[in-house]
């Protein structure tokens, strides 16, 4: 994935959001037990009012920021809060069981009471995985929606509107992906904007190919106009997003490659910061490092997930590369002039992982010296490969071994960020703590820095901060005025 759902640690909190999304319609032939008698009916537009609630990966949220612009743009209004609303929606997340259960709880909530006052929408990647069997679970939802169908939520809703009831879209779309103008971004300072969605590998692990469809790249020309028109909006910071985000190749008549494309981006007036996240190492070049190298506004940070640090874990991964080939693009990258960050995923107790695998795991964190890691505990899943798989991992074997992880690497960041002070980094200050009198933000390596300083109103400008204090996950400084 690269995953994917790859993701930042933020993202894997579930976030009561917003946002929005996008457009066009589609036929209504992946619509099936659609009742136009039944019952709750929401009339189309003003007065009616909505929540959502994300769970997962930035593509997730994003994929929120597409379903709020769409539900605006029909005059729907958001609500904060989930009792003052008419249609309440879950984008989640299936990557791992635990996610699953978690929608699964919030669903059994409306029991006996949903249906009759209020809609209920299950919308993406556990909604793709189970399909018609969340009816049968939760049978007060009325619209199930995987996220590779999300062009046709607008024909979805009027149905809705309609009074319909059980409305059912999982076509994998396989055209360009869904993105316009509608999307409403909730976060003020970093625009998401993804360029190629689906995967078209096969990680015996992942339920991602079968959520989120065989990959499909955006055309060039498209990802800049939006590019432009983010800027107009008032976005230095662009984050490119795919799930193996560095596969991207121009469907349309320019062909650009990756590394064209980050650079056209980077050159569009007014950006003044490039990340993209996920990378799949296979995919991964020598070239994106010299993109890096050269172009002031691609952000110093990678997040090449590695998996494991086990090449015969990793074959039966089917991973594609091993310990080896990734180190090898580990060295390409910390050969760069500029001192760029790498963050990882990693998965702990697949079946039939060894000590002496998992200890392969840990040598690979001592060799890399990531800035971030993100272990997870493997967690069989419907529709993949690998759930079938002999020699599972005890849970309690598998938690023991990711606290030993956790802990080797928390050593390993406190003494990378404990270097880190004295220097100063030019900050991009996009939160404001009152209670304590500080700011926070992130520099190009991603990397968290709270500061102090004398002045107000920072937020939304790069500022020269000095660190002056560090700890494993962030640092801590003065703004140097
Ligand atoms: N179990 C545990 N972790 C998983 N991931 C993906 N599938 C699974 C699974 N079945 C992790 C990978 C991926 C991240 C987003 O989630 O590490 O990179
Ligand atoms: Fe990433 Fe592999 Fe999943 Fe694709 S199948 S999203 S490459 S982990």
Not at 112 to 117: C, D, I, L, M, N
Not at 248 to 254: A, H, V
Not at 364 to 371: K, S
Request: net charge negative; proline share 5%; with cysteine.
């Amino acid at each position: 994935m690269s995953e994917s759902i790859h993701v930042p640690l933020e993202s894997l909190i579930a976030t009561a959001a917003s946002g929005i999304s996008s457009l066009p319609a589609g036929a209504p032939d992946s619509t099936r037990s659609f009742d136009a008698t039944s019952i709750a009916t929401v009339t189309p537009g003003a007065g009616k009012s909505f929540y959502i609630e994300t769970f997962g990966c930035q593509m997730n949220v994003h994929d929120s920021e597409k379903v709020v612009g769409v539900l605006e743009g029909r005059g729907y209004q958001q609500v904060e809060k989930l009792v003052d609303a008419d249609l309440i929606f879950y984008n989640t997340c299936s990557i791992r069981e635990k996610a699953a259960q978690k929608v699964f709880s919030r669903l059994g909530e409306f029991r006996g009471t949903a249906g009759e006052s209020k809609i209920i929408g299950v919308l993406g990647c556990l909604a793709q995985q189970e399909g018609e069997d969340i009816f049968e679970r939760a049978p007060w939802v009325s619209l199930v929606c995987g996220s590779a169908s999300y062009r046709k939520l607008p024909e979805f809703l009027a149905q809705l509107e309609a009074g319909g009831r059980r409305i059912m879209g999982l076509d994998l779309d396989t055209e360009e992906t869904f993105e316009t103008d509608l999307t409403r971004r909730d976060n003020p300072f970093r625009a998401y904007l993804t360029i190629i969605e689906g995967c078209d590998y096969a990680c015996s692990y992942c339920v991602v190919p079968h959520t989120r469809g065989p990959e499909r790249s955006r055309r060039s020309e498209a990802v800049l106009a939006e590019v432009r028109r983010l800027v107009d909006l008032g976005y230095s910071e662009i984050q490119l997003l795919g799930q193996t985000v560095n596969s991207y190749r121009d469907s349309g008549p320019r062909k650009l490659n990756f590394v064209d494309l980050l650079r056209e981006v980077a050159a569009v007036n007014g950006v003044r910061r490039v990340r993209f996240t996920t990378s799949h190492p296979n995919d991964f070049t020598r070239e994106i490092v010299q993109a890096i190298d050269e172009t002031p506004a691609l952000c110093d940070h990678i997040h090449l997930p590695v998996q494991s640090g086990s090449t015969p874990i990793l074959k039966a991964m089917l991973r594609t590369y091993t310990r080896d080939e990734y180190l090898e693009k580990i060295d390409w990258i910390r050969a760069a002039r500029r001192p760029i960050s790498v963050t990882s995923d990693v998965i702990i107790g697949f079946p039939g992982e060894t000590e002496s695998n998992f200890e392969a795991t840990l040598s690979l964190l001592d060799r890399v010296h990531y800035d971030g890691v993100y272990a997870f505990n493997y967690s069989p899943r419907p529709n993949t490969t690998a759930r079938s798989m002999p020699d599972a991992i005890p849970e309690t074997e598998k938690s023991r071994r990711l606290a030993v992880l956790n802990e080797y690497q928390r050593k390993i960041q406190s003494a990378t960020n404990e270097k880190l002070i004295g220097s100063t980094f030019e900050v991009f200050a996009d939160s404001r703590y009152a209670a304590r009198n500080q700011w926070g933000g992130r520099t190009t390596c991603n990397r968290v820095v709270n500061f102090t300083s004398p002045r107000e109103n920072l937020l939304g400008q790069y500022l020269q901060v000095k660190v002056t204090r560090s700890g494993p996950g962030s640092l801590s400084g003065e703004h140097l005025v």
